[in-house]
């Protein structure tokens, strides 16, 4: 059942727990999105919920991965020039 190693041995690697290290894999809670957005805890379960921000439940817990919260904005991020740059084509 356990896999038998010497007391010198290293320990085994863990692929999981490598990928859970990276940067763009941390896991924010509601209050932390709140505070990097400059919004309400209120809010940010309506984004959630309503508006496409992905989330992951832990326990009873939700947590927002990082890239998630970059690739949402990424997403719903409007550029100004691009809307002059349509307006340009259509007349």
């Known amino acids: 059942m356990f896999e038998e190693r010497d007391a010198c041995s290293a320990p085994l690697a863990s692929?999981?727990?490598?990928?859970?290290?990276?940067?763009s894999d941390k896991f924010l809670t509601i209050q932390k999105v709140g505070e990097r957005l400059n919004l309400s805890r209120t809010t940010i379960w309506r984004l959630m919920n309503q508006h496409g921000l992905r989330f992951v439940r832990i326990g009873g817990a939700r947590r927002i991965r990082e890239r998630d919260l970059e690739t949402w904005i990424e997403r719903h991020s409007v550029s100004l020039n691009a809307d002059k740059d349509d307006k340009a084509k259509d007349e």
């Not at 692929?15 to 940067?23: G, L, R």
């Open 15 to 23: 692929p999981v727990k490598a990928e859970i290290n990276t940067p």
